[in-house]
Antibody, heavy 119, light 106 residues
Framework: QVQLQQWGAGLLKPSETLSLTCGVY????????WSWIRQPPGKGLEWIGE???????NYNPSLKSRVTISVDASKNQFSLKLNSVTAADAAVYYC?????????????WGQGALVTVSA | DIQMTQSPSSLSASVGERVTITCRAS??????LAWYQQKPGKVPKLLIY???TLHLGVPSRFSGSGSGTDFTLTISSLQPEDVATYYC?????????FGQGTKVEI
């Protein structure tokens, strides 16, 4: 059973950089796309972006200027950085596995990480 | 970018009742559509992919249909454990998008 475990700082000040990492266990890392998705409190799901094992990325245009997704295939990990955060970036952030060789649906999800932005 | 319009935004139904949720894409996406169930405080769970394929372990009372721009999720006989918010997601091409969600109550 594929497991995704995510970690990173949960409390940020405005203008700081959000940094989260997701580790993939018990499954194939290569070939799949790996996504970051967020959910503000009481709101719906928003796709942030994705990366594959070789580093090919796609981003949500609404966040593209502030987002960097990177991969360390040797460790079966991928990471999210979102710079210049504001209160609007407060959300639960999820990592998830996408499709094989393309964007795809999300069968496996991380446990979620609550990120709070407060001065 | 493709926009996904989900309706209704919320509904209340009785146990045993048939429930239908619709999702409309702003352009054709073939059958590149998934449905998720999210209970309060929990991680979303995949229910259906490629518009109509039931994910392993999902009860058979859930079904999906549609192609192109119009899709439906049907719960044939609503159960108390189905209280949740349901989301559609198109993955025809990046950026993928989610519907705004439908909250199902009893």
């Amino acid at each position: 059973q594929v497991q995704l475990q995510q970690w990173g700082a949960g409390l940020l000040k405005p203008s700081e950089t959000l940094s989260l990492t997701c580790g993939v266990y018990n499954g194939t890392f290569s070939g799949y796309y790996w996504s970051w998705i967020r959910q503000p409190p009481g709101k719906g799901l928003e796709w942030i972006g994705e990366i594959n094992h070789s580093g090919s990325t796609n981003y949500n245009p609404s966040l593209k200027s502030r987002v960097t997704i990177s991969v360390d295939a040797s460790k079966n990990q991928f990471s999210l950085k979102l710079n210049s955060v504001t209160a609007a970036d407060a959300a639960v952030y999820y990592c998830a596995r996408g499709g094989y060789d393309s964007s795809g649906y999300h069968k496996y999800w991380g446990q979620g990480a609550l990120v709070t932005v407060s001065a | 970018d493709i926009q996904m319009t989900q309706s209704p935004s919320s509904l209340s139904a009785s146990v045993g009742e048939r429930v239908t949720i619709t999702c409309r894409a702003s352009q054709g996406i073939s059958t590149q559509l998934a449905w998720y169930q999210q209970k309060p405080g929990k991680v979303p769970k995949l229910l259906i992919y490629t518009a109509s394929t039931l994910h392993l372990g999902v009860p058979s009372r859930f079904s999906g249909s549609g192609s192109g721009t119009d899709f439906t999720l049907t719960i044939s006989s609503l159960q108390p454990e189905d209280v949740a918010t349901y989301y559609c997601q198109e993955y025809n091409s990046a950026p993928q998008t989610f519907g705004q969600g439908t909250k199902v109550e009893i």
